[in-house]
Each structure stands twice: as C-alpha cells, then as structure tokens.
C-alpha cells in the first residue's frame, strides 16, 4: 500500500447564506468572494501541509486542476507542483492532472510536466484528465468535443515525451508544425500515467487498455467505487492481463483523533461545510460530455453522493469519510481497501473549514499510529 496526501486548496471562507444564496460554487460564483489577502495565507499554508507530508513518511502528494470555483484554488497545479518539486526530496508529486482539452496547444503539458520531473529527480506522476463538466462552461468549450480532444492531446504529450523531435502533428483539434519540447522528462520513456474517473465506462476502459493506473473519484458510495474497480479489472482480463493493485487508487477524507466522538465533533462542522458548499454544482454535466450510457450509470448513483448524504450513520455506512480513533481508521480502511483491492490510498486529510491546527493533528495521528500498521498489506 501506497500513502499520498491529497489537497483540494479549498477556500474556506464562503458566507453563512450561501447555500440559500447561491445556485453553485462553480463557474459563477463572483468572485468578489475571494479575498486576496486571505489567499495568501491559505496557499502558504496548503503548501505547507504538503511539505509536512514528506516529513511524516507519506509516499506523495496530490494535487488536482479546477477552474472558477471555491472547491479548490488550483488553476494551475504545475505551479504548486514546481513548489514542491524544490521543497520536497523524496516525496512523489502526483499532479491529478492537468485537464488535457483546456490547453491550447496540449504539448504545453509535455513542457510543464517535463520541467517539473527534470527538477524534482524524476518524482512526478503525470495525471491526465477530461476536466470536470464545469470547466467546459468556464472554458466555453463544446462538450462533445471532451472525448477526442482529451485522445488525440494525451496522444500527442506521450509523443512528445517518447519520439525524437522535431516531428509534425496533423490531428483533429490540433495542427504543429514543430512538435519539439524542450526538456524532456527524466523518467523514461515517460512518468507514470494516472487518469481519475468517475465511472464513466469509456475512461476505465481506455485506461485499462493503456495499462495505466486509475482512480477513483471521490464523494461515491464505497459501493459505486468497488463496481468501478471491478469493472477495471474485467477490462484488464479483457485486454489479456491482471490488474494490479498499483493500478487502483481510492481518494477518501480522512479525519483521526484520540476517539471516535471527539473526532467526529472536531470533524464534522467542516465536513458539513464542505458537503453542503463546495460540492455545490460540482455534479454539472454538459450534454455531450460522456456518452449516454455513462451519463446514466453515473446519475444513477448521484442520489447516494456526498452532496445528498445528511447523517454520521450514512456517511459512515457508505464510507464517504474515514473519521475516528487511530484504531477505527485503521481497521476501517484495512477493510474497504482489501475490499475495493486497491494499492494507493489517497486520503484528504484537509476539508472545507478544517483548520491549521487540526489538520497537522490529523495528519500527525494517521502518519504514526494508522499508516505504519497498513503498509505492507
């Protein structure tokens, strides 16, 4: 089992009527609501769990791309994947990912990523992903384009990185006439590829027929999460092998304390913060952006989403957040990871409201009384 710290950068900040008062935190939120000034200090601060992560014996850190929105304050993910990559000396940098289709041309990508595994000793885990439906409405972009733009640019970076330059690319969405990036990446023939879903058959057989590792996007029922791993590995047995642990990955909020009540009265405030907020709007889904039958495969399992989960029993019955004592944490995702068969856990250990001080607490408990009795399983 592989441990990485995962970090949304979320802003914490939103105003007590905001959930009568406003439709989403996506897209058109105003973003008179950001303050600058409180800004700093949060990005300081994220960074700050971040590095702590290495110093407390995780394997890495994550980091995603989001647009115009509250969730997560990560336009550009490179640029704290850069931070880290000179802060840090062991830890990976999982950069999941840069959202392929919004990047004009995509070979800025192969460039970033490239400069980031060169500084970072060849530490960098290249994520490569659709984009949330919102970011199609932040970006303008015509949905029913996400599919094969996201081909031909993830395509199109593995060439870069792979095939000796210059050389010419004549594709759908994109026309090089030099496709030559300087650096290249120092892991070869290219970093590790993972690619998060959401459940979308299309993306877990393309990653299972590339034999990338994919992960599970959170917020699901455990239940949503162990038909997605299942159905990964069918897809691998259909492509001729068996899948690997080390392929799955399962990203959960994770909360310890000294015992269960105490966590979750410490917890849940933020959490509720975090449901109730942020993941508003979280769920848009442009038409055209995955094909009819994923469109309902996920839709059907939105009513069991974080969003419009209400009690401690149900989050706790559906394993939406891993919250208690070192013992239940630990023997909670002893059983849910062996369940789901994954070999990286992704835990966020920071959400919504959740400040400073509990967060290295939280942090602290898991990396030494959880994480060293779950490694090696």
């Known amino acids: 089992m592989q441990f990485f710290c995962f970090h949304l950068m979320p802003w914490d900040r939103l105003p007590d009527d ?85 990047y004009n041309p995509p070979t800025r990508v192969a460039e970033e990523f490239a400069m980031i595994d060169v500084m970072s000793g060849g530490r960098l885990i290249a994520g490569m992903v659709v984009g949330g439906g919102p970011e199609y409405y932040s970006f303008t972009l015509n949905p029913t384009f996400a599919r094969s733009m996201y081909t031909e640019a993830l395509d199109l970076v593995l060439r870069a990185w792979t095939e000796p330059g210059p050389f010419a690319h004549h594709g759908k969405h994109w ?57 990964f590995r069918e897809a691998c047995q259909k492509n001729g092998y068996t899948g690997s642990p080390s392929q799955l990955g399962w ?24 449901r109730r907020n942020l993941l508003k709007g979280l769920t848009i889904f442009p038409p055209g952006y995955t094909s009819v039958r994923s469109m309902a495969r996920i839709h059907g399992a939105l009513d069991k989403f974080l969003a419009n989960v209400e009690t401690r029993r149900d989050i706790e019955a559906g394993a939406y957040a ?31 409201t959740l400040p400073a001080e509990l967060t290295r607490k939280n942090m602290w408990m898991f990396a030494k009384e959880v994480m060293p009795q779950l490694r090696g399983q």
């Not at 850069?82 to 919004?102: E, S």
């Not at 030559?180 to 058959?201: C, E, F, M, T, V």
């Not at 990203?251 to 959490?271: G, K, M, S, T």
């Not at 013992?327 to 062996?338: C, F, G, M, P």
Request: charged share 20%; with cysteine; glycine share 8%.
């Open 322 to 352: 891993i919250v208690g004592s070192p013992a239940t944490v630990r023997d909670r995702l002893k059983e849910h990871s062996q369940r789901l068969g994954v070999g990286n856990l992704l835990g966020l250990f920071q959400l919504g």
């Open 175 to 231: 026309r090089l006439k030099y496709v030559n990036p300087w650096p290249r990446p120092l892991q070869q023939p290219h970093p590790p590829i993972w690619i998060p879903g959401a459940g979308s058959k299309e993306t877990i057989d393309f990653v299972a027929q590339r034999r990338y590792s994919y992960m599970g996007i959170p917020y699901f029922h455990i239940d949503f999460f162990q038909r997605n791993f299942d159905g």
């Open 18 to 102: 905001f959930a009568s008062h406003y439709d989403s935190a996506w897209t058109w939120l105003p973003n008179q609501l950001f303050d600058p000034a409180h800004g700093q200090t949060l990005y300081n601060r994220y960074l700050d769990e971040l590095i702590l992560a290495e110093e407390l014996g995780f394997d890495g850190a994550c980091i995603n791309e989001h647009h115009q929105n509250a969730y997560g304050l990560m336009p550009s993910p490179n640029l704290m994947g850069a931070i880290l990559a000179r802060q840090t000396k062991r830890i990976k940098i999982a950069v999941v990912g840069n959202a392929l289709p919004l």
């Open 251 to 274: 990203l959960v909020p994770i909360y310890v304390a000294e015992n269960d009540e105490q966590a979750w009265r410490e917890f849940e405030p933020h959490l509720t913060y975090f």
